[in-house]
């Protein structure tokens, strides 16, 4: 059974920084983009950033120059770096992954407040 499994939410400083991680369990097949989506409450789940291969990479612009998403093939892994983080940026963060086979897989989500 795949597993889509996110860490690094935690409650950060405005201009602070987070490392989302993602890791892709138990699939036996590769996945050619991963990304992240994020929803605040009341609000719409919304795309972040994807990356398609190894370095294809598309942000939503209220993130250009701020994150940056990458990922470790091998270990079915993508990373979501968080840098001056703004109040705006306080939401829950789903990873998703899409394989060469099969439909969209999903994380459970990890949570990003942005507060002082």
């Known amino acids: 059974q795949v597993q889509v499994v996110e860490s690094g939410g935690g409650l950060v400083q405005p201009g602070g920084s987070l490392r989302l991680s993602c890791a892709v369990l138990g699939s036996a097949v590769g996945f050619h983009t991963m990304g992240w989506f994020r929803q605040a409450p009341g609000k719409s789940r919304d795309l972040v950033a994807f990356i398609e291969g190894e370095t294809r990479t598309s942000y939503v612009d209220s993130v250009k120059g701020r994150f940056t998403i990458s990922r470790d093939s091998s270990k079915n892994t993508a990373y979501l770096q968080m840098n001056n983080l703004e109040p705006e940026d306080t939401a829950t963060y789903y990873c998703?992954?899409?394989?060469?086979?099969?439909?969209?897989?999903w994380g459970q989500g990890t949570q990003v407040i942005v507060s002082s």
């Open positions: 998703y992954a899409d394989p060469y086979v099969g439909g969209r897989e």
